[in-house]
């Protein structure tokens, strides 16, 4: 098929090497990065790492209705679901930059 030449390895590990130090930065950045999502106005809170460690959780005294559990529950979901939907943007946007130019893995133009 007579290419034009074989690609330089060594430039292609060392970018490869960059590559793989820079997303090891990127999701450092984001265990240390903190968001909260929140449900029933703000009656229930999560707070969660980038990297999806929940590190708190607020329950407002009005949310708590010892008759009706189910809604507290369901806002509980809301929260976690809230706070991982703001996690997943924050990846995006930090993770994105980095990844968005690897294609579909291969690192091949169209594939």
């Known amino acids: 098929m007579g290419s034009g030449g074989q690609p330089d390895m ?19 950045e984001l265990a240390a990065t903190e968001v909260t999502g929140s449900a029933g106005g703000e009656l229930v809170t999560v707070t969660m ?7 708190a959780l607020t329950i407002a005294p009005a949310a708590v209705d010892p008759d009706d559990v189910e809604t507290l529950q369901d806002l509980v979901v809301a929260a976690v679901r ?11 946007s930090t993770m994105g930059p980095l990844t968005g130019g690897l294609g579909g893995g291969l690192g091949l133009p169209g594939f």
């Open 10 to 28: 060594s430039a292609l590990l060392a970018q490869a090497q960059q590559m793989q130090q820079a997303l090891a930065a990127a999701q450092q």
């Open 82 to 92: 809230d706070a991982q939907r703001a996690v997943n943007e924050l990846a995006a």
């Open 49 to 55: 790492t980038g990297d999806g460690d929940i590190t």
